[in-house]
């Protein structure tokens, strides 16, 4: 059984990296030497799933989110009824203050449906990063990669 290069069967590997940012690096360098970088990819292997925990997630702070995101939203309502309608400053008002209290309403009652004491965030991350280029880009890529390698930094 044959695998096949996942970004296309001419492309060729410039460099592997342990980070996403490292691989990023290489393609900025690239980019400064007017490297055609259309031509390039990154291709993340091993990939896995990661939740980083934010912190704790209290009644209070899901009330408070619900809140400020109810209130924005009613900002946004409202200020197309004042721009569409005759209506008074005053819409926008009302419209803000519905919007909070609808936003934490709804925020109270998703929070006592997750029960879920923490806040997090996921995302997904490989455990190399290669760096592809078409084919006949290869030995320009090369040429730009060696003049200024990239460092890997610590995470």
Do not use: C
Not at 37 to 52: A, D, F, N, P, Q
Not at 59 to 82: E, H, N, Q, T, Y
Request: aromatic share 8%.
């Amino acid at each position: 059984m044959t695998t096949e290069n996942p970004a296309g069967p001419n492309k060729v590997v410039l460099g592997s990296y342990s980070s996403h940012p490292a691989a990023q690096r290489a393609v900025d360098i690239l980019a400064g030497g007017d490297f055609p970088v259309e031509h390039v990819t990154i291709v993340g292997s091993g990939l896995r799933l990661e939740e980083r925990v934010l912190g704790r997630w209290t009644v209070g702070k899901a009330l408070l989110a619900g809140l400020s995101s109810g209130a924005w939203v009613g900002l946004l309502i409202g200020l197309v009824f004042w721009i569409v309608s005759p209506w008074h400053a005053g819409a926008v008002v009302s419209a803000i203050i519905l919007g909070a209290i609808f936003g934490a309403v709804f925020a109270g009652v998703a929070h006592g449906v997750r029960r879920q004491a923490f806040a997090s965030m996921s995302a997904v991350v490989a455990d190399r990063y290669d760096v592809l280029v078409d084919a006949e880009f290869a030995a320009e890529a090369r040429r730009l990669l060696a003049a200024m390698p990239v460092t890997e930094q610590p995470h």
